[in-house]
Structures are given as C-alpha cells and as structure tokens.
C-alpha cells in the first residue's frame, strides 16, 4: 500500500501528539515527584529553608510561563493549570496545521495553520481578559457612586460598600468583593486586596485599593476622597467606552473591505462562468495564489487592529 502525502502527514501529526503527551506526563510525574521531595526537606527544617525553597522555586519559573499564569487567572481560569493551557495550545496548532494543510496542499499551509490555531486560545483569553476589566471596571465606578451618596447621609464606609456590591448587577463584582469583604477582617485590607488583583487586571481597582488603604490608615476619614475618586474611576470608564466605540468604528471599515472584495471575487466569477473558483480552488497553483491572498489579507487586518488599539 502506498502512502498519500495526506496518510504522511497524518501520521507525523499523531507522532508528534504522542510525543507531547508524554513530555507532558513526564513533566507532571516529575513535578510531583519534587513536590513531594520538598515536602519531606521542609517537615525536617525550620521555616527560613522553606522560605529559601520558595524563592529558588520562584527564580526557575520563567517569566513567559509566569506570565500565563497570571493571565489565566485575569481570565478567570484560575484552575487551569499552565501546561494545560499550553497543551491545548499545541493541539489547536496541530489542527490548524492538518485543517489547512488539507484544504491548501502545501507545506506554507501546514505551517500558517500551525500559527493561526496556536494562536487562537491566545486571542480567545486575551478577549475575556479585555470583557471581564470592562464590566468590573463599569460596575466599580457604579458602586463608587452608590457609596459616596450614602456616606454623604451618614452611612459608614463598609455598610455603604456592602450595600454597593448587594445591588451590583455584575456577577464578578459581586464575587471579588464578597470574598474580600470576608476575607478582610481575617487577613489584612492589603492582602484581600492583593488577592482581588490576581483575578482581574484593573488599574481603576489598584487606584480604589490604594486609597482605601491610605484613608484606614489615616484614621478612616476619607469622605472627601472618595468624592474624587468616584469623579476620576468615572471619566476613566467614560473615556475607555468612547475609545471602544472609536476603535471598532475602525475595525468596521476594514472588515467592509473585505466583504466588498468577497463579494466582487464571486460576481467576478459568475461573470467567467466559475473559472476564477475552478482556479483557486481546484489547482495546486491556484490554493497557493489564494493562501497567499489570505495571509496577505490576514496580515493587513492585524496591523490595522495594532494602529488602531488604544492602552487602557
């Protein structure tokens, strides 16, 4: 039986999985393994060498992987674990590769695909990242101003807190500030918080942290301060909403060039009796043509998405 590049590839593709699951494994048992070493070193030592273990740990943790992490939970898979996520990776990377290795029939192909399916766990994180600090972020300026108005009639500043986040109407809102409005008086206002910062990534919570810190700190009497930071967390959101707006005007535009040009390549064959489709989509030097269009196109819709994206 003769092997087809399609059977050949194939092949690699699942040679290739195999190999990365037992690197996977292997990495997970050996993980494991050093877990549970470190554990038996730290029941016979003091804490000073539990404190030395974990800043060594810390030190071989790489960044990029520390960086994920932090990310994941920005984005709310805060138990996922990192060669999870790295794993799915790979596998949406290998699909893509095969997906358009099989639609194009050529090596370019199988190595966009491989690009373009890596990256889209990425983009989906990234995107959940972005929703979750713009409905924390509007929520937290709402609260602001449910807490200013009822400290202005007396009410303290966590009964009023309490009651902003009762009637918040964001689900993450709720649950950050539930959990740091237990977990304060056990711990410190400075560790909840940190623990609130680890799960999304808003400067607007960093700045209302900070203050309310400062304001404990110099007796509790921060009405006036918070007036100006209900003001300020306020034009902050107003600003990003009309940034929002701006940007997707932008990516509009784009994305009505693209739709004019599908169109116009569809009534272009109509017009040469389905030649154009025939062309570049049934032979190999017409699926490489389009590949190239794509990637061309493709290319284009990213650069405008980089000039057009804002900072928050």
């Known amino acids: 039986m003769t092997l087809t590049p399609v059977m050949t590839a194939l092949a690699l593709l699942s ?21 549970f070493r470190l554990k038996k070193v730290l029941m016979a030592k003091d804490e000073s060498i539990l404190q030395h273990a974990q800043q060594e740990e810390t030190q071989k943790e790489g960044r990029f992987i520390r960086k994920i992490s932090d990310s994941l939970w920005y984005a709310g898979f805060d138990m996922l674990h990192v ?10 990377a290998l699909c893509g590769a095969l997906f358009f290795y099989l639609l194009f029939d050529n090596l370019f192909a199988l190595f966009i695909g491989l690009l373009i399916g890596g990256a889209i766990p990425f983009s989906v994180k990234n995107r959940l990242i972005e929703k979750r600090v713009r409905e924390f972020n ?15 009639n007396g009410v303290g500043f966590e009964v009023a807190l309490r009651r902003a986040v009762e009637i918040s109407q964001s689900g993450l809102f709720q649950t950050l500030f539930t959990k740091y409005l237990q977990e304060k008086d056990v711990l410190s206002d400075e560790k909840a918080f940190e623990n609130m ?3 999304v990534d808003s400067a607007e919570l960093r700045i209302f942290g900070l203050a309310i810190m400062i304001g404990k700190s110099s007796g509790g009497k921060f009405s006036n301060t918070l007036e100006k930071l209900e003001h300020s967390i306020k034009q902050r959101v107003l600003l990003q909403k009309k940034v929002t707006i701006a940007t997707r005007e932008a990516k509009v535009g784009s994305y009505m060039i693209v739709g004019l040009l599908i169109f116009i390549f569809f009534i272009l064959d109509s017009n040469f009796d389905g030649k154009i489709i025939e062309h570049f989509f049934h032979t190999k030097e017409g699926k490489f043509e389009m590949l190239m269009i794509l990637v061309w196109v493709g290319l284009g819709l990213l650069i405008n998405e980089k000039l057009t994206k804002v900072q928050q």
Not at 16 to 32: Q, S
């Open 197 to 199: 910062f680890r799960h």
């Open 83 to 92: 060669n999870l996520f790295l794993l799915l990776v790979v596998l949406c």
């Open 138 to 152: 509007e929520a937290l300026s709402e609260a602001m101003s449910v807490v200013v108005r009822m400290m202005r």
């Open 15 to 35: 040679l290739f999985i195999i190999t990365l699951l037992i690197v996977f494994v292997v990495g997970y048992l050996k993980e494991r393994f050093d877990a």
